[in-house]
Every structure is written in C-alpha cells, then in structure tokens.
C-alpha cells in the first residue's frame, strides 16, 4: 500500500494487504475501506488466474485489517461504490471466466452480502461506476450478450435507482464504446476518464486500443461532452479526487509501453493536465482511494 504526500508531493510506503491482489475494487465507508474480489497472482486454475470472493476491511482509525464475510460469487473486472450506507458490487468475471450480471449488496451492520433480485440487462465487466445524485451508475464496459462466444465493447450507461429497486437505461450513451474506463464524480459532475476503445474484433477476440478521452456528463443537457485528454493514452488507471482536484494514477497503455508509474493531475478550472510524483513503480489494476484526514494524515490510499 502507497500513500501520497501532497504537500511533500511524494508518495511513501504505508503498509500491506492481507493478501495480494490487483483488479480488485476499494471502497471507503463509515472510516473504513473494503478491499473487494479481484485476482489473487498466488492463485491459478489450469494455469489461469482465477477471480476471488474474499472481501477485507481496514479500519482507518484503529489501522487493522479484518477479513469480512465473502461474496456470494466470486468477481474480478467488477464495479463497487457505497451508497445509502451499503456496498454494492456489480458485474464483472467470476472464478470459471465467465461474465456476470448479478449484484450484491454488503450490509455492514451484519457483516452479509444479499443478492439482489434485480441484475444487469446483459453479463458486463470492466465498466466505470460511480455514485451520482444518490444513485448507482455504471458506464461502458464489456458484456457477452451470447454467451462466452463474443464480446463487445459497449457505449452504455445506465443508473440503479435504490428507491424503485431498478436498473433505468434512460440517460446518454458515452460517445463511443469502450471499457476499463474510470468513472468519478468531482463537484458534482460525472467524468469519465481513458479506457479502452474497440478497434477490431474477430470472433470470439476483443482488440483494444487506449485512449486519452475525458467526458463529463451534463445533467441539464443529458448529454457527455469532451473535456481536456490525457496527455497520452492509457486505460485501467486508478482515478480519485480531492476537492474537485482529479488524481488519475498508473494504468496501461496500449501505445507500446505497457505499465505506468505517471501520476497526472487536473483542477476543475485547469485547462491541461500536470505531472506530479510519479509512483514507486509501474502499477496496474490498482485501486485509488480519498480518505478523510487522519492522525496520520493520509491523504490518498492506493
């Protein structure tokens, strides 16, 4: 675990997880984070990695790790974000591969995770999600409409309204399809930032290419529009904010250099991105976290 030092503007060493992993999902509730699914590296089945149904939770005050009950399926390639006091986790790929479209809902309270009798149109994976006018959004991704044979890239964005206990695919679609995107909420308006575009597919093959696009989505408007790119391409980044200030970390690319270390930043009222302390090394499938000031002063959580 890193954590940032803005004013020092380095980052330093702060810890470790209970146990390796990465394309897990982190998610910051009642002064703790949930560490949620993902791939454990240890872990393989055939010679694949095999997704996780393992969950823990590190309290910020008391600084211990406790492991949590497990989800009901195994998920990596997921979304998570808490919301009215619960986590909910959406889609993603569980331990045989396979794309899902179920949802749960951990309470904390009784330390349970409930399935939830409404699921996604269609198994998705590796969208962006993000909480939005106290309800749950998720944005592109990668859905198997048929089975495991093909997969698309998709352009959809839909919200999960807790008061009707359903899914509305009633707002704009992101202009173009694309997945492993981040999805952020800063000053009360919806970014969405890189991800993977779908250049080609044949069958049963998904091709990729990284992209520098940034959107905000306009509520009065319903509608997304181009905000300043990246200064290069990258997808799979690691996103949060600080007062309306946007962090997006690591990540891939698909432009020949593979793993990241750049750390860029925007204000809201910046026209261009900065640099600021590169992490210790190249990092993918990370999960970025803003936490409230501590006795410690933590200032970002990865």
């Known amino acids: 675990m890193l ?32 560490v949620i ?23 910020l005050e008391s600084q211990k790790w406790q492991r949590i009950s497990d ?37 904390p309270g009784l330390n349970t995770w409930e399935q939830l009798n409404v699921c ?19 944005s592109g991704g990668i859905i198997q409409p048929f089975g495991d044979r093909c997969s698309f890239a998709v352009s959809n964005v839909d919200r999960f309204v807790p008061k009707l206990n359903a899914w509305l695919s009633d707002v704009a679609h992101l202009p173009s399809p694309r997945c492993f995107t981040s999805m952020l909420q800063s000053r009360g308006h ?21 992209t520098v696009s940034v959107l905000m989505y306009v509520d009065e408007t319903d509608r997304w529009i181009s905000c300043v790119p990246l200064p290069s391409p990258r997808h799979g980044v690691g996103a949060s904010t600080i007062g309306g200030v946007i962090f997006v970390c690591g990540g891939l690319t698909t432009d020949g250099i593979g793993g990241l270390s750049e750390v860029m930043v925007k204000g809201f009222n910046m026209d261009k991105w900065d640099g600021c302390k590169e992490l210790p090394y190249p990092l993918c499938g990370l999960a970025v976290l803003s936490i409230p000031k501590l006795r410690r002063k933590l200032a970002l959580y990865d």
């Open 120 to 138: 996604l149109c269609c198994p998705r994976m590796a969208m962006g999600t993000a909480v939005h006018k106290n309800e749950l959004w998720i």
């Open 3 to 34: 954590r940032y030092l803005p004013i020092e503007d380095k980052w330093e060493h702060c810890g470790y997880l209970p146990e390796p992993r990465y394309y897990h999902m982190a998610v910051l509730l009642n002064r703790c984070v949930y």
């Open 190 to 210: 919806l970014h969405v930032i890189g991800g993977g575009i779908q250049h080609s597919q044949d069958i049963g093959n998904l091709y990729l290419c990284s």
């Open 37 to 59: 699914g993902g791939y454990d590296p240890r872990i393989t089945k055939n010679g694949k990695l095999v997704a996780s149904k393992s969950c823990f939770r590190y309290n």
């Open 71 to 107: 989800m009901n399926y195994a998920r990596v390639y997921h979304g998570a974000a808490a919301l009215a006091g619960f986590i909910y986790v959406v889609g993603g790929k569980d331990e045989n591969g396979r794309l899902t479209s179920s949802v749960e809902l951990f309470n």
